[in-house]
């Protein structure tokens, strides 16, 4: 059963998720720098409870992520890597088409980065209160 106080912190996961990518990425070698999608979906499919504790104005954003992190969590059933995602979208031509997963991809990074400002500003003011 779900302990239903992990529900209501769920910083620590994100935080220990992206911490867990980051230590791949930095025990490789530069040129040979590997980033597997599903543990990538995974980590950015913890980052949805976050577009919730913003409220009704960021529900359209909600759902727009979450159908994005869906897409490249099914991608990863079958593409090992973002690398070869990205590459697979180019040899088809499909980069910049709605639906491509190389799109999908832009699109959770965009709803990471403004999650992540947000949530800076408010400890950012909250220094500042």
């Known amino acids: 059963m779900a ?4 529900e209501l912190k769920p910083l620590p996961k ?6 867990e990518l ?8 530069p040129d040979h720098a590997q980033l597997e999608l599903g ?4 980590a950015c499919s913890l980052v ?9 104005a960021f529900k359209f954003a909600e759902l727009d992520y979450v159908a994005k992190v869906d897409d490249l969590m099914e991608a990863s059933k ?3 890597t973002l690398r070869v995602m990205v590459d697979k979208d180019v040899e088809a ?4 088409k709605a639906g491509s997963h190389t799109r999908n991809l832009l699109r959770v990074k965009r709803g990471l980065d403004m999650v992540r400002v947000l949530f800076e500003q408010i400890i950012a003011l909250e220094y500042v209160l």
Not at 3 to 6: C, G
Not at 39 to 42: D, G, H, L, T, Y
Not at 48 to 56: A, E, H, N
Not at 93 to 96: D, K, S, T
Request: with cysteine.
């Open 3 to 6: 302990n239903p106080e992990d």
């Open 39 to 42: 543990p990538f979906s995974s």
């Open 93 to 96: 031509n499909c980069v910049r």
């Open 22 to 29: 980051a230590n791949t990425i930095h025990s490789q070698t």
């Open 14 to 19: 994100i935080a220990d998720a992206f911490k």
């Open 48 to 56: 949805s409870p976050l577009f919730r504790c913003l409220g009704i």
């Open 78 to 80: 079958s593409i090992g």
